[in-house]
C-alpha cells in the first residue's frame, strides 16, 4: 500500500497540468483552435511541462533544480523569450499550478519506519518535536546495556517524504545535505537528547542548548554481512552532539550523532539515527554502528 502511496505526488503533479488546461480553455468555444495545449500554452510549452514531470524522478535535487534549469534554458533562447511573451499568464499559471501541487505532495502519507523485531516495542511512536511538513513518521528505542555502564543508544527510525524529489537517485545524499544546511535535524534531535539526559550521569543536557558539528567521514558507508544477507553502501552523516552550557565557545562534546539514509522511489525517505553518549565504547570502535544499522538494512 506505501508503494502506491509514493505514486500520488506525481500523480498531483499531472493533475495540476490537467487543471491548468481545464481553467485556460474555460469560456472557449469547443470548436477554437486555441482549446489545443500547444496553442494555449506555446510551442514545446506541455512538452517542457511532462518533460519536467519526469527529470523530478531523475535529477538529484528535482524541482529545487529541474525548473530554474528549463527556465533558464527558456530565456537564454529567443524563441523561448517570446513564447514567454506571447503565453506569459498561462506559462506562470502552469508554473505556480506545479510547484502548487508538488508542495501539497509533501502532506501524501509514508510507510510506517523501519522496525527491526529484535529491537523489541518501540519506547515512543510519535515526536511531537518533529515539523509538521513534511509528513513523516518516527519510532524511538532506548537501546540499554545489560550491566551499568555507559552503552547507551537512542535509536531513532524515521520514514519521510520528500516532496522536492521523486526518484531516489542521490535522494538521500542530498536530503542529508540539506537538512545539515538548513539546521532541520534540531528538532528531531529535542527526543533523543532528553533521553540521553534521563540515562546518562553528569551535567544536565538540555536541548535548547546543544549543537551539532559535522565530523568530517565518508559520505558512504557499506555494511556487510553474510549472516543478515546485507550487502550495500548507503549514505551516512556523523555528527558531534555538543553542549553550549559551557566554558568553551564551542561547546563541550557530550555525545556523537549518526544518521543513514535511504531513499525509496516515489519521494520517501528512510532515516536511522543512533545518539550515543561521549564515553561509548563503540565510538571508538564502531563509530557507524555496523550491528544495528545492519538488522535495520535486512528488514
Not at 512538452?47 to 523530478?56: D, F, Q, S, W
Amino acid at each position: 500500500m506505501s508503494q502506491l502511496w509514493n505514486l500520488v505526488p506525481t500523480l498531483l503533479v499531472i493533475l495540476g497540468l490537467f487543471i491548468v488546461i481545464w481553467w485556460l480553455r474555460r469560456g472557449l468555444e469547443a470548436d477554437d483552435p486555441m482549446r489545443h495545449p500547444r496553442s494555449l500554452l506555446g510551442p514545446l510549452g506541455l512538452e517542457m511541462a511532462l518533460c519536467g514531470t519526469v527529470l523530478i524522478w531523475l535529477v538529484p535535487l528535482g524541482i529545487l533544480l529541474v525548473m530554474p534549469v528549463l527556465l533558464m534554458l527558456s530565456a537564454l533562447s529567443p524563441a523561448g523569450r517570446a513564447d514567454w511573451t506571447e503565453h506569459r499568464r498561462a506559462r506562470v499559471t502552469l508554473c505556480l499550478s506545479l510547484v502548487a501541487m508538488v508542495i501539497v505532495g509533501g502532506f501524501v502519507p509514508v510507510a510506517q519506519p523501519v522496525a527491526p523485531e529484535a529491537w523489541g516495542e518501540p519506547l515512543m511512536k510519535e515526536n511531537p518535536n518533529a515539523p509538521l511538513y513534511p509528513a513523516s513518521e518516527q519510532f524511538t528505542w532506548l537501546m540499554l546495556p545489560e550491566e551499568a555502564g555507559f552503552d547507551v543508544e537512542i535509536v531513532q527510525s524515521v520514514s519521510m517524504r520528500l516532496p522536492y524529489q521523486y526518484g531516489p537517485w542521490g535522494a538521500a545524499s542530498t536530503a542529508l545535505d540539506l537538512a545539515q544546511l538548513l539546521g532541520m535535524e534540531s528538532g528531531r534531535m529535542r527526543q533523543a537528547i532528553e533521553l540521553l539526559d534521563q540515562q546518562t550521569a553528569g551535567p544536565t543536557l538540555d536541548p535548547d542548548q546543544m549543537n551539532l558539528v559535522a565530523i568530517s567521514t565518508e559520505d558512504a558507508h557499506r555494511y556487510r554481512s553474510t549472516t543478515a544477507d546485507v550487502d550495500e553502501r548507503v549514505d551516512v552523516r556523523v555528527f558531534e552532539l555538543r553542549s553550549l552550557l559551557s566554558t568553551s565557545t564551542d561547546g563541550t562534546r557530550v555525545g556523537e550523532v549518526l544518521c543513514v539514509a535511504k531513499a525509496l522511489p516515489g519521494g520517501e525517505l528512510q532515516l536511522l539515527i543512533v545518539v550515543r553518549p561521549i564515553l561509548h565504547p563503540g565510538l571508538s570502535s564502531d563509530r557507524f554502528a555496523e550491528s544495528l544499522v545492519i538488522e535495520w538494512l535486512a528488514e
